[in-house]
């Protein structure tokens, strides 16, 4: 089981070169729940507030070698002590103008000497209770800025799951290619563009020849590296504002967007027959498989061969299933 964290204790800062009146005010205080820190002279009590958080000061104001004032001016220079309270202890500098001068230090209160244990009592329960509620609306802060962190991470993380997700909904697992979704959705985008300002683009099938051959022959692996590497061969061989998708299994289509005339589109696909000659290296058992495939590629162009999309899709396949059965 797990034991629940304690929150340390407060501590206070009790200043004075006068051992005792040291002596005094830690009897006094032993009666909070609290820890007292004491310094005998200026530089103990800034060396202190290196180390530790206080919850008050207790500052003689008259010391040998840093007196309280400079002490103070000090501490309220620092970012860390800044906010402090200090209580000067003081049997010297008890008139109005002295009383100011603290005051313009980060002076939040006076005592005189000898101390009164009641009022001392009294005075340090009030900036105790004060640190408390201080140090609380600090960890509730620290703790709504870790939860602000933390669902700031989750959004991020949800967004590029949601990216991630609209990603696989629309593109090939295999070769990361537009899938027939996008595809469509492309081939609408270019119909509507050449529609509207009367330009020019071509729609073309790509049916992988003797791919159930490298599958039989060399098994899956084969297959699927040989579709990876058809996919780039694709991609380089095109221009940037064309689209290459795969439909699923080995079929694959193309759209060129922004074509001259219809040589534009054939010389762009001997480009595509070119790259898909070559033949494709697959490693195998440490040794090294050379797949050589081709393609039945049909054409349809716009709006040469249909001004309307599903026109367009009939003609391209009508096209290669030609080419297909020729041989």
């Given at each position: 089981?797990?034991k629940?964290?304690?929150?340390?204790r407060p501590?206070?800062?009790?200043?004075?070169d006068?051992?005792?009146?040291?002596l005094?005010?830690?009897?006094?205080?032993?009666?909070?729940?609290?820890?007292?820190v004491?310094?005998?002279?200026?530089?103990?009590?800034?060396?202190?507030?290196?180390?530790?958080?206080f919850?008050?000061?207790?500052?003689?104001v008259?010391?040998?070698?840093i007196?309280g004032?400079?002490?103070?001016?000090?501490?309220?220079?620092e970012?860390?002590?800044r906010?402090?309270?200090?209580?000067f202890v003081?049997?010297?500098?008890?008139?109005?103008?002295?009383?100011l001068?603290?005051?313009?230090?980060?002076?939040?209160?006076?005592?005189a000497?000898?101390?009164?244990?009641?009022?001392?009592?009294?005075k340090?329960?009030?900036?105790?209770?004060?640190?408390?509620?201080?140090?609380a609306?600090?960890?509730?802060?620290s703790?709504?800025s870790?939860?602000n962190?933390?669902l700031?991470?989750e959004?991020e993380?949800?967004?590029?799951?949601?990216?991630?997700?609209?990603?696989?909904?629309?593109?090939?697992?295999l070769?990361?290619?537009?899938?027939?979704a996008?595809?469509?959705?492309?081939l609408?985008?270019?119909h509507?563009?050449?529609?509207?300002?009367?330009?020019?683009f071509?729609?073309?099938?790509?049916?992988?020849?003797?791919f159930?051959d490298?599958n039989?022959t060399?098994g899956h692996?084969?297959?699927?590296a040989?579709l990876v590497?058809?996919?780039?061969?694709l991609?380089?061989?095109?221009r940037?504002n064309?689209?290459?998708?795969?439909?699923?299994g080995d079929?694959?289509a193309?759209v060129?967007?922004?074509?001259?005339?219809?040589?534009?589109?054939?010389?762009l696909?001997?480009?595509?027959?070119?790259?898909?000659l070559?033949?494709m290296?697959?490693?195998r058992?440490?040794?090294?498989v050379?797949?050589s495939?081709?393609?039945?590629i049909?054409?349809?162009?716009y709006?040469?061969?249909?001004?309307e999309?599903?026109?367009l899709?009939?003609?391209?396949?009508?096209a290669?299933y030609l080419i297909k059965r020729?041989?």
């Open positions: 089981m797990t629940p964290v304690t929150a340390p501590k206070i800062l009790a200043v004075d006068n051992p005792a009146n040291l005094v005010i830690r009897r006094v205080l032993a009666k909070l729940d609290v820890d007292v004491e310094a005998s002279c200026g530089n103990d009590a800034l060396k202190a507030t290196l180390d530790d958080e919850a008050l000061v207790l500052l003689d008259y010391m040998p070698d007196n004032f400079e002490v103070a001016e000090i501490l309220s220079q970012e860390s002590t906010q402090t309270p200090i209580i003081t049997a010297t500098y008890a008139d109005d103008v002295h009383r001068k603290g005051y313009g230090f980060g002076a939040v209160d006076y005592m000497k000898p101390l009164e244990a009641t009022i001392l009592l009294s340090v329960q009030v900036f105790l209770e004060l640190y408390r509620h201080r140090v609306l600090r960890d509730a802060l703790e709504l870790e939860r962190r933390q700031e991470i959004v993380q949800r967004k590029q799951m949601e990216q991630e997700m609209r990603h696989l909904a629309m593109h090939d697992m070769t990361g290619l537009p899938n027939r996008l595809f469509m959705d492309r609408q985008s270019a509507h563009r050449a529609s509207r300002h009367g330009g020019m071509a729609l073309v099938y790509v049916d992988v020849d003797r159930k490298v039989d060399w692996g084969a297959g699927d040989l590497e058809l996919a780039a061969r991609c380089s061989t095109l940037e064309d689209t290459v998708a795969r439909l699923g079929e694959f193309l060129l967007e922004e074509l001259e005339d219809i040589q534009d589109a054939h010389r696909l001997e480009r595509v027959r070119a790259a898909l070559t033949p290296s697959y490693q058992d440490g040794q090294e050379m797949l495939i081709g393609a039945s049909g054409l349809a162009a709006p040469v061969d249909g001004a999309v599903d026109a899709l009939h003609a391209a396949d009508q290669m020729k041989g």
